[in-house]
T-cell receptor
């Protein structure tokens, strides 16, 4: 069936290093690819998104890349800082426009 | 952070009781969603609605019910049939009825069973 696979489920990086999280989707009609950040006890909030007419989008230390042929998109965080510690989610859509979230990645930044 | 509100922040349910979680938005969004989040887990879709007076089951609808009588409101009832309701409940909305836009989340309601 239609699903979204997100990897890794947990990621620990040294402060200042880069982090990469990947989502693979199945609905070839998907044209919107967002990433959300959820801090402990709070609501998820959009941090960056990309549409299918571009391959990469950058906003300061974060970037999203899209490979429509391979049906995956990735979140890149450079020069990681302690405040980047959170859970990150991607989502895609089914053919019925039902939203399907990835299972989440818990990112920890080591001092 | 404004635009979509949920109440109450904490809710306690007794055995056999139905409880209703409120979700209101003033963003003029067509689509609204309810998710359940268990500790350390992801977001699971309970119900969603793309237009007033219409809604669809998500992946874990059993034991829950919803209504969408107004564009601004999408209340969720956790019925006594839901045997393990303790979780963090998030409401969300987005602009396009087809669901291909950014999701805006409310602050959430924590439901605990007494």
């Amino acid at each position: 069936g239609e699903n979204v696979e997100q990897h890794p489920s947990t990621l620990s990086v040294q402060e200042g290093d880069s982090a990469v999280i990947k989502c693979t989707y199945s609905d070839s009609a998907s044209n919107y690819f967002p990433w959300y950040k959820q801090e402990l006890g709070k609501r998820p909030q959009l941090i960056i998104d990309i549409r299918s007419n571009v391959g990469e989008k950058k906003d300061q230390r974060i970037a999203v890349t899209l490979n429509k042929t391979a049906k995956h998109f990735s979140l890149h965080i450079t020069e990681t800082q302690p405040e980047d510690s959170a859970v990150y989610f991607c989502h895609s859509y089914s053919s019925a426009s039902k939203i399907i979230f990835g299972s989440g990645t818990r990112l920890s930044i080591r001092p | 952070d404004g635009g979509i509100t949920q109440s109450p922040k904490y809710l306690f349910r007794k055995e056999g009781q139905n409880v209703t979680l409120s979700c209101e938005q003033n963003l003029n969004h067509d689509a609204m969603y309810w998710y359940r989040q268990d500790p350390g887990q992801g977001l699971r879709l309970i119900y969603y609605s793309q237009i007033v007076n219409d809604f669809q089951k998500g992946d874990i609808a059993e034991g829950y019910s919803v209504s969408r009588e107004k564009k601004e409101s999408f209340p969720l009832t956790v019925t006594s049939a839901q045997k393990n309701p303790t979780a963090f409940y998030l409401c969300a909305s987005n602009r396009a009825g087809r669901g291909r836009e950014t999701q805006y989340f409310g602050p959430g309601t924590r439901l605990l069973v007494l």
